[in-house]
């Protein structure tokens, strides 16, 4: 049987709520995944499912109380935070989220989730009203921002009575998100890569600009996809819908010029760059400081050209002298006809390493979805077609070719220098 999460400890926070009783189909699924499961309860989640249940489930004695130290030579709520590789709470009361959130040791989940540099995931559940209430959004976005990650919960029947959001996710889909955590090899470790993702905006006048469709949803996943597989990330991005992905630096700006400042100021410090930022090619000549007014019947808007901010990396890596350390270049191509022919011609005027071209007129792929139908070439033609999936999936794809490329910053056929540091 696989087991892709042996050697691994996690230790499994169980807080009181109805859902408790579906910590026990979790704990069995990571001790199936060959993890070392410790689990602690709450004194609310053992009015719902028995330390007994999840000690037979996890073969290991379920803490629950700070000050039953059975083992002199230890003590409990530190050894188990420092064990550690992961710490899963679920399911997560808003009672349990208020304490991680504001720093409350006051049982021994709490005081062991204040002891552990582990990283932590959290599965929330909890009636709908209590979900969306500010103060417990809040707490989530504190958590959020301080690198805790989140399995969303689901929609459906909550046991209160309401149907919201609210419902504990799935314990397959808490395990999938415990195994990209853990067992995901780091092909990017030690990488420092910069996304850019959304649309540029280019301002008329303080109320009114141009921009387009991005939503920015395939930067974001490339962002995510980049920290998962190992990376430092630091991610441009202009007007997006969402959010950013936690643990990336982040950047916000808002025209095509903003962009490239952002940019190019970095390059040298990049192993790899990707652009996947819809860019506006031209911006309005004048941008007022004062509302525009109507006056006759037409007008003509006059427009000049954006910078084109890759093809502006393209001519940096070109220059003498850089060429040793020039960061991995990945471009997009969003075409609407001829594809292939559009995308090499990119990718040879824009010196890129790798485009990742769509067809934005197929169904499933392009802006606003969640999903993307691409094609990866390279300098030869192409590399890879990627079917319709997840911009998720399609991310980590695009990283893994990358990262077997033989121009990737450090691999065995690359002959540049690591960039400075
Ligand atoms: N791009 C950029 N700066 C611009 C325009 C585009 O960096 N001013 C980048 C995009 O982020 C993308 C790639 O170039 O990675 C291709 O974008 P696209 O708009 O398809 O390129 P253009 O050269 O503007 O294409 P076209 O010739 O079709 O207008």
Same mark, same amino acid.
């Given at each position: ?303 000049? +050209?954006?910078?084109? @901010?890759?093809?502006?990396?393209? =001519? *940096?890596?070109?220059? !003498?002298?850089? $060429?040793?350390? #020039? /960061? ?68 980590? +794809?695009?990283?893994? @070719?990358?990262?077997?490329?033989? =121009? *990737?910053?450090?691999? !065995?056929?690359? $002959?540049?220098? #690591? /960039?400075?540091?």
């Amino acid at each position: 049987m696989n087991q892709p999460l042996s050697e691994k400890t996690i230790v499994l926070g169980v807080t009181g709520g109805i859902a408790a009783y579906k910590a026990a189909a979790l704990c069995s699924r990571l001790v199936g995944l060959g993890a070392s499961v410790r689990v602690i309860m709450t004194e609310g989640a053992t009015r719902f499912i028995t330390p007994l249940t999840l000690q037979t489930l996890s073969r290991h004695p379920v803490a629950t109380d700070t000050f039953d130290e059975r083992d002199p030579s230890k003590v409990q709520h530190i050894d188990w935070a420092d064990a550690a590789d992961l710490v899963v709470v679920a399911p997560a009361t808003a009672n349990i989220i208020g304490k991680m959130a504001n720093g409350i040791a006051d049982d021994m989940l709490s005081t062991t989730l204040l002891a552990t540099t582990a990283p932590v995931l959290v599965a929330p559940a909890m009636n709908v009203h209590m979900l969306e209430h500010p103060a417990v959004v809040h707490n989530m976005e504190t958590l959020a921002r301080r690198g805790v990650r989140f399995v969303e919960p689901g929609t459906g029947q909550l046991a209160c009575g309401y149907v919201g959001k609210g419902r504990l996710a799935e314990p397959d889909d808490i395990a999938e998100a415990v195994l990209r955590m853990l067992a995901a090899d780091k092909p990017l470790a030690g990488k420092r890569v910069l996304v850019t993702a959304g649309g540029t905006v280019e301002r008329l006048d303080p109320v009114r600009y141009i921009t387009n469709d991005s939503s920015g949803k395939m930067g974001f996943a490339l962002a995510e996809t980049a920290l998962l597989l190992g990376a430092e990330v630091t991610l441009v991005y202009a007007r997006t819908e969402g959010t950013p992905p936690a643990g990336a630096e982040l950047v916000p700006v808002q025209s095509a010029e903003d962009m490239y400042e952002a940019v190019m100021k970095r390059l040298e410090a990049t192993d790899a760059i990707v652009k996947a930022a819809a860019v506006a090619d031209y911006r309005p000549k004048h941008t007022l400081d004062r509302k525009m007014k109507k006056g006759s019947e037409t007008m003509t808007v006059e427009l000049v +050209r954006n910078p084109d @901010i890759l093809q502006a990396i393209g =001519d *940096w890596k070109q220059q !003498a002298g850089r $060429a040793g350390k #020039a /960061p991995f270049v990945i471009g997009f191509a969003a075409e609407t006809d001829d594809v292939e022919k559009h995308a090499l011609d990119k990718l040879r005027r824009k010196r890129c390493d790798l485009i990742v071209a769509n067809d934005v007129t197929q169904a499933g792929a392009g802006f606003g979805v969640d999903t993307n139908i691409v094609r990866v070439y390279g300098k030869e033609g192409l590399v890879e077609s990627l079917p319709l999936q997840s911009k998720r999936s399609v991310a980590e +794809r695009i990283w893994r @070719i990358a990262a077997s490329r033989p =121009d *990737w910053p450090g691999s !065995a056929a690359d $002959a540049r220098e #690591a /960039p400075s540091r």
